[in-house]
C-alpha cells in the first residue's frame, strides 16, 4: 500500500542535541511538507519542497533545516537553534504544490526535549 | 493575514444526531476550502474539498457547505456514531503565507456519546 512513513515515532533528546526526523513516501508525489502541532494551535507550515533538491521556507522555519535530495525521501533535522522543539511533527505529501492539492500525511513524530 | 476560526475547541452530541462544525475565515476568499479529520496520536485524513464555485459537496453522511459571502464553512456529519469522534481541522488556501500553503484551524473535538 502506497503512503507515508514517519520515524521514530517518538523521540527524546537532549538541550543543544540535534534530531532528524525522517520522511519517506512511495506515493510518487512531487510536493512534501513538515508541520509542526502544538496543543491548541493548527498545523503551522516549517519547510515544503515541490521538486528534488529544492526546498522553501514555511512560517516558522527558524532552528529547522531539511534536505531532498531524493524524491521519496525528506528528512527534517531540529536543531539545537530552535528553542523550543517539543511538539508532534507531521510530514505530508501532495502531488503537486497547488490549489487544490489534498495532503497525505503520515503518523507523525513526537519530539520531547529532556 | 489570512486568519481561520473553528467555532469551538469541543463538541458533544448523542449517537445519531447530527453535528454541526463551523469554520470561519476572514480576509481574501480562499479558492477551495478543506475538512480532514485527526484521532488521537495520528496524523490527519483528508475527507472532502469543496470549491469557492461549489454551494454544498457530500460524501456518504458528511456535507460541507460553502458561503463565500459570509466567509464559512459548515461541516455535517449525520446520524453521527461514536466511532466519528475526533478532532476534525479545516483548512484553506493562504495567499499570505508561503505559496501553496495551506493554514489550518486549530480544530473542533467531536465527542459521540452512545
Known amino acids: 500500500d502506497g503512503g507515508i512513513t514517519q520515524s521514530p515515532k517518538y523521540l527524546f533528546r537532549k538541550e543543544g542535541q540535534n534530531v532528524t526526523l525522517s520522511c519517506e513516501q512511495n506515493l510518487n508525489h512531487d510536493a512534501m511538507y513538515w508541520y509542526r502541532q502544538d496543543p491548541g494551535q493548527g498545523l503551522r507550515l516549517i519547510y515544503y519542497s515541490q521538486i528534488v533538491n529544492d526546498f522553501q521556507k514555511g512560517d516558522i522555519a527558524e532552528g529547522y533545516s531539511v534536505s531532498r535530495e531524493k524524491k521519496e525521501s525528506f528528512p527534517l533535522t531540529v536543531t539545537s537553534a530552535q528553542k523550543n522543539p517539543t511538539a508532534f511533527y507531521l510530514c505530508?505529501?501532495?502531488?503537486?504544490?497547488?490549489?487544490?492539492?489534498?495532503?497525505?500525511f503520515g503518523e507523525g513524530s513526537r519530539l520531547t526535549v529532556l | 493575514s489570512q486568519k481561520i476560526e473553528q467555532n469551538s475547541e469541543a463538541l458533544n452530541i448523542q449517537e445519531g444526531k447530527t453535528a454541526t462544525l463551523t469554520c470561519n475565515y476572514t480576509n481574501y476568499s480562499p479558492a477551495y476550502l478543506q475538512w480532514y479529520r485527526q484521532d488521537p496520536g495520528r496524523g490527519p485524513v483528508f475527507l472532502l474539498l469543496i470549491r469557492e464555485n461549489e454551494k454544498e459537496k457530500r460524501k456518504e453522511r458528511l456535507k460541507v457547505t460553502f458561503d463565500t459571502t459570509l466567509k464559512q464553512s459548515l461541516f455535517h456529519i449525520t446520524a453521527s456514531q461514536p466511532a466519528d469522534s475526533a478532532t476534525y481541522l479545516c483548512?484553506?488556501?493562504?495567499?499570505?503565507?508561503?505559496?501553496?500553503?495551506?493554514?489550518f484551524g486549530k480544530g473542533t473535538k467531536l465527542s459521540v456519546k452512545p
Open positions: 505530508a505529501s501532495s502531488i503537486v504544490v497547488g490549489r487544490t492539492g489534498e495532503l497525505f
Open positions: 483548512a484553506l488556501e493562504n495567499y499570505g503565507g508561503s505559496q501553496g500553503n495551506l493554514i
